[in-house]
Every structure is written in structure tokens, then in C-alpha cells.
């Protein structure tokens, strides 16, 4: 399976922009990307997924590059709410192979 | 709302009493998983069924079994549990398998072994 690389923990202020990297070199093409966070003491929960374009939902913004080697997923003003654990995960059939993503903290 | 329900969300068991946690959706969705997290770690793919059909991963154990008897329940037995099968079991729907369905979380069974 390919495999992502995430910052272990990231940090931002609350009301501000946050940008979450996923590295995914050795991608697939027909790997999509899916955003999963997980708060504390709760099941993980959908984000966002992508392709090959850039895309918007209500929580988030996704951008892919242009080789699909890296993505990021944007909050565009996190809130007290968004801190959880970020996964970035490819995901070409059933399984969701979970890394270790991304710890992110939301100081007030 | 339409969602997916573990129940219980704790369970305690002994040293090797056989032990099941379930699985309830409303989403009416083909596909149920279930995965494994243990303390500090990443959810981890146990199994899941499309429809009807039971796809193990790999390195489960043999320890971990699971029954769907119908398309809203799917159930997760381990037979002989150990210490460290102590872990939150997580139960997940999606529509379709392709990798584009998202997939969605119950909360969670917390086992603990004693």
C-alpha cells in the first residue's frame, strides 16, 4: 500500500487559517486521498476526499498537487472544535490504512 | 439522523471469556468494517463484509471473528481474549468499496481485559 508522511503535531491559533501537508510520493493512480480526523475519545470522521482537482466542503478545503505526490488539507478558521488528530490516508479499495497523522493543537 | 451505533460503548471482560461487541446502521450501506485501536495508536483494519461476504485482513488472529446477519448488524467476537486485545473496536459503513466512498465511524466500544 503507498504510503503518507504527516508532521507528527502541529499548532495554530484559534480564528486562524491552518494548513495540514501529507506527503504521498509513491501514490497510484488510482489512489484517491481522503482527510480523516478523529477527536478525543471519539471515531474518526470524514474530512474530505480527492482525485486529482482541488475541492471544498463545508469543513475544509483540499488541495492536490499537480503530480499528486503531496496534498494539503486547509481549515480555513480553526476553532477550539477542530483539535484532533488529522490522518491522511490513500485509499484505492476497501481498506483505510491508517497512519499516524497529525496532532494538531488549537490554543485560544 | 442516519448513523452507525456500537453498543456497548464499554465492555469488560475476563482472561479468556468469549466476548461480543455490536454493530447497528441506519444508512443502509453494503459495506461494514471493523477495526481495531489500541492506546496511542492508529485504527487498524480487522475485517469487513460487502454485503454477505467476509473479507479478513491478513494478520488478524484467528481469535477475532465476525457475523452479519444482516445488512444494519454486524457483530465482532473474540473468542479467548487476551490482555492485549484490550483496545477501542470501531465499527464503519460505506456505501460501495471503490475508493472514493467515505466511510463512517461509530463511537466505539472501549474493552478492557482483566
Known amino acids: ?108 | 439522523d442516519a448513523m452507525v451505533i456500537q453498543n456497548p460503548r464499554y465492555q469488560v471482560t475476563q482472561f479468556g471469556k468469549p466476548v461480543t461487541l455490536s454493530c447497528s446502521q441506519t444508512l443502509n450501506h453494503n459495506v461494514m468494517y471493523w477495526y481495531q485501536q489500541k492506546s496511542s495508536q492508529a485504527p487498524k483494519l480487522l475485517f469487513h463484509y460487502y454485503d454477505k461476504d467476509f473479507n479478513n485482513e491478513a494478520d488478524t488472529p484467528d481469535n477475532f471473528q465476525s457475523r452479519r446477519p444482516n445488512t444494519s448488524f454486524c457483530f465482532l467476537d473474540i473468542r479467548s481474549p487476551g490482555l492485549g486485545d484490550a483496545a477501542m473496536y470501531l465499527c464503519a459503513t460505506s456505501r460501495e468499496g471503490e475508493g472514493y466512498n467515505e466511510q463512517f465511524f461509530g463511537p466505539g466500544t472501549r474493552l478492557t481485559v482483566l
Open chain 1, 1 to 108: 500500500d503507498a504510503k503518507t508522511t504527516q508532521p507528527n503535531s502541529m499548532e495554530s491559533n484559534e480564528e486562524e487559517p491552518v494548513h495540514l501537508p501529507c506527503n504521498h510520493s509513491t501514490i497510484s493512480g488510482t489512489d484517491y486521498i481522503h482527510w480523516y480526523r478523529q477527536l478525543p475519545s471519539q471515531g474518526p470522521e470524514y474530512v474530505i476526499h480527492g482525485l486529482t482537482s482541488n475541492v471544498n466542503n463545508r469543513m475544509a478545503s483540499l488541495a492536490i498537487a499537480e503530480d499528486r505526490k503531496s496534498s494539503t488539507l486547509i481549515l480555513h478558521r480553526a476553532t477550539l472544535r477542530d483539535a484532533a488528530v488529522y490522518y491522511c490516508i490513500l485509499n484505492s479499495g476497501y481498506a483505510l490504512n491508517f497512519g499516524k497523522g497529525t496532532s494538531l493543537l488549537v490554543t485560544p
